[in-house]
């Protein structure tokens, strides 16, 4: 009771001072300098329609090499801490029944998702879409596997192959516009790709291809922290 | 206009935080875990930010639950 | 000032609005849990696909999009209130009183426990 | 004249969520539960196409294709882990 009051006290008390704050606000109405400088200056230097990818990708690069690299930290040690348990997996994970229906239609919609999470990571320069939000999609894809067929198993070999090899090319590909092009560390002028026209598929140089194999290593990377999950689970 | 619309959506995202924290099932509590991204995602689309939207479509809408379904189960094993 | 085929597609929002409210009011008021699964899933799958057809007559243009939605939401919800509705019966979620018919047992008898019943 | 019909489906939709969450909160069994939220879902998968009629941006309905694809796999993930564990 006593306890009860005095949060809803502190939270108005809150509230109160909060208020005159909420009340003197006013959004400023121009874009700070950088803001301005990318919407004047981005489309022509990236040729990118979305705005948003050039930030990430291009000006922005080395923000996302670091995203990818926690990830890829976080996905090792789950690996690395759930193989602890992981030895009586293969007599403990029994095999259950699952309907029909559910087999059937996982048949039908696991290529759909995974040509979907395709081209939602190649249409990143178009569409609000990219690396990490197709392999996310790719991801659940691969749940509704584990899901339909319980003697799904993921196949770590190339899971690692895919992982590594994207996360090697998308640092060379960054490598190859500053020494190529001499401009700057993952910079999407690579010769070889041209810009095109703004608004078509092929076009802002190196971005569809950075973010092809962006999202093939987060979807690795979160297909493997699934699995590994999954295979560590016995059964009662 | 919108402003309902996002008074609403609000007020949705504030029940299915109280049960996400306050619910006595954990099962429950990861439902509602799921209605909260629903709902912010569309309030990020509506405070046009389309691609922190599809993030958060993506991830909040299976994989989240599952992950956090697979903890839960293993914490239950392990707890016997 | 519009033309006939966008006021069309309004009212055609309208009542897929108006189909999703019925599935909501139908999940606040049926008696158990295998009415609302039906009602929600029916009346919510029908009032989207209502929703998807008024868009499309308003913007022919984004009608591939559109098309791919409505194949995806005719895929899934079926399927997710299939899995939900046999969860609940094999985990003992009580049937209506007023169930008459309950074919599920009738066919295999040995296998199911008795579902209990409730107001 | 189209733009007062898209916001009463607005408004009508918004309601539509107000009263599923009345049996998300009530909901005696977590099977109810669920299938408030997958009512929910479905909603919400409205509700971003009505923002993007309104914005007029075709963008935007790549974050519902999004929802209608992967949300029932979360409702199949939930019903799997209550009949008898994940």
Known sequence: MGKKTMIALITLALAFVIYPLYQSYNGSETLKDVGQYYIDNGVEETGAQNLVTSVVVTYRGLDTLGEVTILFLAASVISFFLSFSKNDRIKSRSIRSVTEILTTSTQVLVPMIFMFGVYIFVNGHLTPGGGFQGGAVIASGIILMFLSNPRFKLSHKVIQFVESTSGIVFVLIGAAGALMMDGDFLSNKIPGFGFGEVGSIISAGAIPVIYTFLGLKVGAELSNVLGVFVESQSEK | ?80 | MEGILEITGGVFMVLGAVSLLVASIGLYRMPDFYNRIQIGTKASTFGASLSIVGVALIFPGWIPKLLAMLLFILFTNPISSHIVGRTAYFTNVPLSKRTKVDRLKEMSPGHLKKVKTKD | MVDILIYTAMAISSIGVLVALVRFVKGPEKVDRIVAVDVISTIGITLILILATLMRREIYIDVAIVYAILGFIGVIVVSRFIKRGM
């Open chain 2, 1 to 80: 206009m919108l402003i309902v619309l996002a008074s609403v959506l609000g007020i949705a995202s504030m029940v299915g935080a109280y049960f996400a924290i306050h619910s006595k099932s954990l099962t429950v509590a990861i439902i509602a875990t799921g209605v909260v991204s629903l709902i912010s995602s569309i309030l990020f689309l509506l405070l046009a930010a389309p691609d922190v939207a599809m993030t958060e479509a993506s991830i909040g809408s299976a994989l989240t639950s599952a992950i956090f379904f697979l903890t839960l189960n293993k914490i239950r094993q392990t707890n016997g």
